[in-house]
Each structure stands twice: as structure tokens, then as C-alpha cells.
């Protein structure tokens, strides 16, 4: 069975960091691009950024561009999230998707707060 574990979240205040990590099980990790995805407080979810299967090419949002940045360890079958700078609108529950949705994370509360 696909397992995907994020942790990492927290709450923080604004301007402060985070630093997301996705653990991925039971599949072959290094052959998948992989999203992160949140969804805010009473709104739907919103892609993120994906990062390839070799971790060469990567997109962000426009929103989180120069705060946000994607990551993978394919011998370590994680990826991760490093959030910088974080904004109040950046409150989510963040998920952890294979390419095409197929797989998902139960998802890491980030809460942004003074």
C-alpha cells in the first residue's frame, strides 16, 4: 500500500519558517514527479509546486515564488518544503501528491499567526 507521511507543521508567525517533509513508501518514489498541494481554511485546494522525478525541474505558484522552495531526497524517498518569509495566507493544510493525483498525504496543518 502507498504511503505518503508529511510532517513538519506547526504554527508559526508571520515572517517565520517552516520546513515541510513528505515520507514516501511502497512505491517506486525516484520514477514519480511529486506535488505539494494545500487547502486554506473553508476554500479548495491549491497546487503548490512540483518538483520531476530527478528533481531537475521545478514549479512554484507565482504566490510562494522566492519564499517557497521544493525539494527531494530520491535515496531517502522524502520530499520536502522549505517555506520562508510565511504569510498569514499561507495557513493551509499542506498535501503531499504523486504526479496525476494518484497518491495522496494526510496532509500537515501550517498555521501562520502573531
Known amino acids: 500500500e502507498v504511503q505518503l507521511v508529511e510532517s513538519g507543521g506547526g504554527l508559526v508567525q508571520p515572517g517565520g519558517s517552516l520546513r515541510l517533509s513528505c515520507a514516501a513508501s511502497e512505491f517506486t518514489f525516484s520514477t514519480y514527479a511529486m506535488n505539494w498541494v494545500r487547502q486554506a481554511p473553508g476554500k479548495g485546494l491549491e497546487w503548490v509546486s512540483e518538483?520531476?522525478?530527478?528533481?531537475?525541474?521545478?514549479e512554484l505558484i507565482d504566490s510562494v515564488k522566492g519564499r517557497f522552495t521544493i525539494s527531494r531526497d530520491n535515496a531517502k524517498n522524502t520530499l520536502y518544503l522549505q517555506m520562508n518569509s510565511l504569510k498569514l495566507e499561507d495557513t493551509a493544510v499542506y498535501y503531499c501528491?504523486?504526479?496525476?493525483?494518484?497518491?495522496w498525504g494526510q496532509g500537515t496543518q501550517v498555521i501562520v499567526s502573531s
Open positions: 501528491v504523486t504526479e496525476g493525483g494518484d497518491f
Open positions: 518538483i520531476n522525478n530527478g528533481g531537475s525541474s521545478i
